[in-house]
């Protein structure tokens, strides 16, 4: 588990950022691995599985906060976690790759999947259900709940550039496809025109970004609606943000001509100009227009929304102003993919392919100016937003407006992330566990304390997190005690002053009564123990313990003693193979002896066995002795059972030949007559 140290605090990196290790190896190499790479022994493994082929693209949790599931290549799957069994429940494969996706339920049982074949997938607990087919290709997609449709963002209709330069009628037009699953069919879908705008560098001149050709085909490229005010929110790819009110009704006021209103946004607002002279967008580098809005979302109470941009710019609105509270940069200019608000902590979530940001949502607008004229310097940006050598006072929970709380660096480029919740907090609001797919096959995970605590499906975090904060205080205080030239205080792993206990090693040293206490704290079947309490406990629990210990070793040093008096006298034939004579395992000792005069390579093995000192507890050590009634040794050792079987028939057959032996004397002893006796005449 890797540390990321920021100034508010600490962020865990857990093991699923790891390595891929191969299913196909075997416990002894795995075992080798973790005696060699401390990554791996003191890996934390959040969810069994949790990974994909190559890449995972969408991460979601569902309503009641009890599954997750994962859409990734390659080939196109998705894949659905049951947290509290913390494992797989079962992988579903595709005709084609996942380009969102959503659950329409409370669980599993109901998903739509947007597929990059045009198509959206329905699923069922039993499988696909049924697929539809869209007229373009689809981008993004939401689910409102007071009508019950199916929003779907298009990449738009292309037009000729003749029709846009000759004034022919043709514009660029885009569309949000709307699928009622009530009724089950498409309703008339949502229409928007291209906003004109001047073009940077042409001075006066009055030609529009239209006449270009990345307007010809004008697309939506994320969408998100309220949780309050049933609003749809479309960013699309000329910088501007449509909402339309899902509850206007389809005809209003009677009039034929108003029959349409509510196809159209009823509000623009333009995020590109906003936006404008914000961020590091390197158009040499980068394709596309930095103005464009590539995700959306709102708050809790629907008074806020934020919109990031294709140039890593994000904008904070308040509903009630088109003017942005505040435009945060992310410095490496690379689209802004998905963003968040985070209720609990008053903060922002917004990543883009290197990292997620974490900043401040609330606090005072008179700071947030004054920071926000001199973030536009590009020499001042590493005091916003590296990670320990910024010098922002106001860093942390409760800063000014904007100002950074944590910025979360990946093992591989991100595309989508989650906050991920329980069953009293879904959405995870409340928690710090981020959940970030990428191009990687492991999904990313990481805790984040400063944004709250950790689910309950995944409680353990805490305590291993209170422990490493502990102990990261003590040495500390180590380390300033004596002074700054003691030198570089070496860091602890997690559990290796602590050590694991089964149910049935609990019952046996009678600390039932600690279970739900901090002093065991519970970890997949058993329980973590400090060293030093367990073995408070244990003397405790087996005060003789020691006392045998003692006397064994007292036994055994009097035994080399007596055997050192008289040293025997070897031989010419014995001097080169020693004659092992052990109380324990001594028809081990005497098959080695007889194999260690072959030349055959297990007989090398043998008087290699024979000769090493360290096997010597072998045949004297009684914690050594080899128990052959044991079902394991019989089923490692058949040919042991065989030859057990060969002596006691030999000795059956002895005893059998004994009898017969015994019968036939009686039979003909006594020199005449049958069976020995004479005639009596009388």
Same mark, same amino acid.
């Given at each position: 588990? =890797?540390?990321?140290?920021?100034?508010?605090?600490?962020?865990?990196?857990?093991?699923?950022?790891?390595?891929?290790?191969?299913?196909?190896?075997? =416990?002894?190499?795995?075992?080798?691995?973790?005696?060699?790479?401390?990554?791996?022994?003191?890996?934390?493994?959040?969810?069994?599985?949790? =990974?994909?082929?190559?890449?995972?693209?969408?991460?979601?949790?569902?309503?009641?906060?009890?599954?997750?599931?994962? #859409?990734?290549?390659?080939?196109?799957?998705?894949?659905?976690?049951?947290?509290?069994?913390?494992?797989?429940?079962?992988?579903?494969?595709?005709?084609?790759?996942?380009?969102?996706?959503?659950?329409?339920?409370?669980?599993?049982?109901?998903?739509?999947?947007?597929?990059?074949?045009?198509?959206?997938?329905?699923? $069922?607990?039993?499988?696909?259900?049924?697929?539809?087919?869209?007229?373009?290709?689809?981008?993004?997609?939401?689910?409102?709940?007071?009508?019950?449709?199916?929003?779907?963002?298009?990449?738009?209709?292309?037009?000729?550039?003749?029709?846009?330069?000759?004034?022919?009628?043709?514009?660029?037009?885009?569309?949000?496809?709307?699928?009622?699953?009530?009724?089950?069919?498409?309703?008339?879908?949502?229409?928007?025109?291209? %906003?004109?705008?001047?073009?940077?560098?042409?001075?006066?001149?009055?030609?529009?970004?239209?006449?270009?050709?990345?307007?010809?085909?004008?697309?939506?490229?994320?969408?998100?609606?309220? !949780?309050?005010?049933?609003?749809?929110?479309? #960013?699309?790819?000329? #910088?501007?943000?449509?909402? &339309?009110?899902?509850?206007?009704?389809?005809?209003?006021?009677?009039?034929?001509?108003?029959?349409?209103?509510?196809?159209?946004?009823?509000?623009?607002? /333009?995020? %590109?100009?906003?936006?404008?002279?914000?961020?590091?967008?390197?158009?040499?580098?980068?394709?596309?227009?930095?103005?464009?809005?590539?995700?959306?979302?709102?708050?809790?109470?629907?008074?806020?929304?934020?919109?990031?941009?294709?140039?890593?710019?994000?904008?904070?609105?308040?509903?009630?102003?088109?003017?942005?509270?505040?435009?945060?940069?992310?410095?490496?200019?690379?689209?802004?993919?998905?963003?968040?608000?985070?209720?609990?902590?008053?903060?922002?979530?917004?990543?883009?392919?290197?990292?997620?940001?974490?900043?401040?949502?609330?606090?005072?607008?008179?700071?947030?100016?004054?920071?926000?004229?001199?973030?536009?310097?590009?020499?001042? &940006?590493?005091?916003?937003?590296?990670?320990?050598?910024?010098?922002?006072?106001?860093?942390?929970?409760?800063?000014?407006?904007?100002?950074?709380? %944590?910025?979360?660096?990946?093992?591989?480029?991100?595309?989508?992330?989650?906050?991920?919740?329980?069953?009293?907090?879904?959405?995870?609001?409340?928690?710090?566990?981020?959940?970030?797919?990428?191009?990687?096959?492991?999904?990313?995970?990481?805790?984040? !304390?400063?944004?709250?605590? $950790?689910?309950? &499906?995944?409680?353990?975090?805490?305590?291993?997190?209170?422990?490493?904060?502990?102990?990261?205080?003590?040495?500390?205080?180590?380390?300033?005690?004596?002074?700054?030239? *003691? #030198?570089?205080?070496?860091?602890?792993?997690?559990?290796?002053?602590?050590?694991?206990?089964?149910?049935?090693?609990?019952?046996?040293?009678?600390?039932?009564?600690?279970?739900?206490?901090?002093?065991?704290?519970?970890?997949?079947?058993?329980?973590?123990?400090?060293?030093?309490?367990?073995?408070?406990?244990?003397?405790?629990?087996?005060?003789?313990?020691?006392? =045998?210990?003692?006397?064994?070793?007292?036994?055994?040093?009097?035994?080399?003693?007596?055997?050192?008096?008289? %040293?025997?006298?070897?031989?010419?034939?014995?001097?080169?193979?020693?004659?092992?004579?052990?109380?324990?395992?001594?028809?081990?000792?005497?098959?080695?002896?007889?194999? *260690?005069?072959?030349?055959?390579?297990?007989?090398?093995?043998?008087?290699?066995?024979?000769?090493?000192?360290?096997?010597?507890?072998?045949?004297?050590?009684?914690?050594?002795?080899?128990?052959?009634?044991?079902?394991?040794?019989?089923?490692?050792?058949?040919?042991?059972?065989?030859?057990?079987?060969?002596?006691?028939?030999?000795?059956?057959?002895?005893?059998?030949?004994?009898? /017969?032996?015994?019968?036939?004397?009686?039979?003909?002893?006594?020199?005449?007559?049958?069976?020995?006796?004479?005639?009596?005449?009388?």
């Amino acid at each position: 588990m =890797e540390i990321q140290e920021r100034k508010s605090g600490k962020i865990y990196s857990l093991a699923s950022t790891t390595t891929n290790i191969p299913e196909w190896l075997s =416990e002894r190499s795995r075992r080798n691995l973790a005696k060699r790479d401390s990554t791996f022994r003191h890996r934390i493994t959040l969810l069994q599985d949790l =990974e994909m082929p190559i890449a995972s693209t969408k991460v979601r949790q569902s309503p009641d906060g009890k599954f997750l599931i994962v #859409g990734g290549t390659y080939s196109p799957r998705i894949r659905c976690y049951e947290l509290a069994e913390m494992s797989m429940k079962f992988e579903r494969y595709l005709d084609s790759e996942v380009v969102d996706l959503l659950m329409l339920g409370e669980d599993y049982g109901k998903l739509a999947i947007l597929g990059s074949d045009r198509t959206v997938m329905f699923h $069922a607990p039993y499988g696909n259900h049924e697929k539809i087919r869209l007229p373009t290709f689809g981008r993004a997609m939401a689910y409102e709940k007071s009508t019950c449709d199916l929003l779907v963002v298009s990449s738009g209709k292309r037009v000729s550039p003749g029709s846009v330069s000759g004034g022919g009628g043709g514009q660029a037009m885009g569309e949000v496809y709307r699928f009622n699953l009530d009724e089950g069919r498409f309703s008339q879908p949502y229409s928007f025109t291209s %906003a004109l705008r001047r073009r940077k560098g042409y001075g006066n001149n009055d030609e529009d970004i239209t006449n270009n050709a990345q307007v010809l085909q004008l697309g939506g490229s994320c969408i998100a609606t309220s !949780p309050t005010h049933s609003l749809a929110a479309i #960013g699309a790819e000329d #910088g501007t943000v449509r909402f &339309w009110d899902n509850r206007v009704p389809i005809h209003q006021n009677g009039n034929t001509n108003n029959n349409n209103v509510h196809l159209t946004p009823f509000l623009n607002l /333009d995020v %590109a100009s906003a936006t404008s002279g914000h961020g590091f967008f390197d158009e040499n580098t980068n394709s596309g227009f930095p103005g464009e809005v590539m995700s959306l979302a709102f708050d809790s109470s629907g008074m806020q929304m934020c919109a990031g941009t294709r140039g890593g710019n994000v904008a904070l609105y308040d509903m009630r102003s088109s003017k942005p509270l505040f435009i945060k940069e992310h410095q490496y200019g690379l689209p802004i993919h998905t963003v968040q608000f985070h209720s609990g902590s008053g903060t922002v979530l917004s990543s883009d392919p290197k990292l997620v940001k974490i900043w401040n949502a609330k606090g005072s607008s008179a700071a947030a100016s004054s920071s926000s004229s001199s973030m536009q310097r590009r020499d001042d &940006w590493n005091d916003y937003d590296s990670g320990g050598g910024g010098t922002d006072t106001n860093e942390g929970l409760g800063g000014h407006l904007g100002s950074i709380v %944590a910025n979360v660096e990946g093992t591989a480029d991100f595309s989508h992330f989650i906050t991920s919740g329980d069953s009293n907090d879904s959405s995870g609001q409340n928690n710090g566990l981020l959940l970030c797919t990428g191009e990687q096959s492991k999904v990313q995970s990481f805790y984040c !304390p400063v944004l709250g605590p $950790a689910p309950q &499906w995944c409680s353990f975090l805490d305590n291993i997190t209170e422990e490493l904060e502990e102990k990261d205080g003590m040495l500390d205080n180590k380390s300033g005690a004596a002074g700054d030239d *003691a #030198g570089v205080v070496p860091t602890e792993t997690v559990y290796e002053d602590y050590k694991f206990l089964t149910r049935t090693e609990i019952d046996q040293l009678g600390i039932q009564n600690l279970v739900g206490t901090p002093l065991l704290r519970g970890y997949m079947h058993g329980f973590f123990i400090h060293v030093g309490l367990y073995n408070r406990i244990r003397s405790v629990a087996k005060p003789f313990e020691y006392n =045998e210990y003692r006397t064994q070793k007292i036994k055994e040093r009097m035994e080399e003693k007596r055997a050192s008096r008289i %040293a025997p006298k070897n031989n010419s034939n014995n001097a080169q193979q020693p004659k092992i004579k052990g109380k324990v395992n001594p028809d081990l000792a005497e098959r080695l002896q007889a194999k *260690a005069g072959d030349k055959t390579k297990s007989a090398k093995a043998a008087k290699a066995l024979v000769e090493d000192n360290r096997f010597g507890g072998l045949f004297s050590n009684p914690d050594f002795e080899i128990d052959q009634e044991a079902e394991d040794f019989k089923l490692r050792n058949p040919s042991g059972i065989a030859a057990t079987k060969f002596v006691n028939n030999d000795r059956d057959m002895d005893s059998d030949q004994e009898e /017969d032996d015994y019968d036939e004397d009686i039979d003909g002893g006594g020199g005449g007559g049958s069976g020995g006796f004479n005639k009596v005449v009388n």
